[in-house]
């Protein structure tokens, strides 16, 4: 699996930017697509994410919440955007797509239960100057 993200860059304070990553390479019948972050000398945390079984309901860390919004491509379901507003200096960190799963085989070994298996991308910078 291959996470593609786009859409980093340089901002104000207050400004809007939207990160788009397209998942390629393989499908899932149950999966979680969200965004993590990571800012210098902190460890990575968790954006927000939409579930793609049972509805597609998106759910957003504190730290965002009503200011970012997830949502998937309607042409292609292995895309998702998140459109971030009202950016403040403190969302300046890398941004990651991640994808999160369920897997029956892991390294040869059968998982009836389903193995939990992370993907990531590559990571794109957002930087909100004051």
């Known amino acids: 699996v291959q996470l593609q993200a786009s859409g980093g860059g340089l901002v104000q304070a207050g400004d809007s930017l939207r990160l788009s990553c397209a998942a390629s390479g393989r499908t899932f019948n149950y999966y979680t697509m969200g965004w993590f972050r990571q800012a210098p000398g902190k460890e990575r945390e968790f954006v927000g994410g939409i579930s793609w079984s049972g509805g597609s309901t998106p759910y957003y860390s504190d730290s965002v919440k009503g200011r970012f919004t997830i949502s998937r491509d309607n042409a292609d379901e292995n895309t998702v955007y998140l459109q971030m507003g009202s950016l403040k200096p403190e969302d300046t960190a890398v941004y990651y797509c991640?994808?999160?799963?369920?897997?029956?085989?892991?390294?040869?070994?059968?998982?009836?239960?389903?193995?939990?298996?992370?993907?990531w991308g590559r990571g794109t910078q957002v930087t909100v100057s004051s």
């Open positions: 991640n994808l999160k799963t369920l897997l029956s085989y892991y390294r040869g070994t059968y998982y009836p239960e389903g193995y939990e298996h992370n993907y």
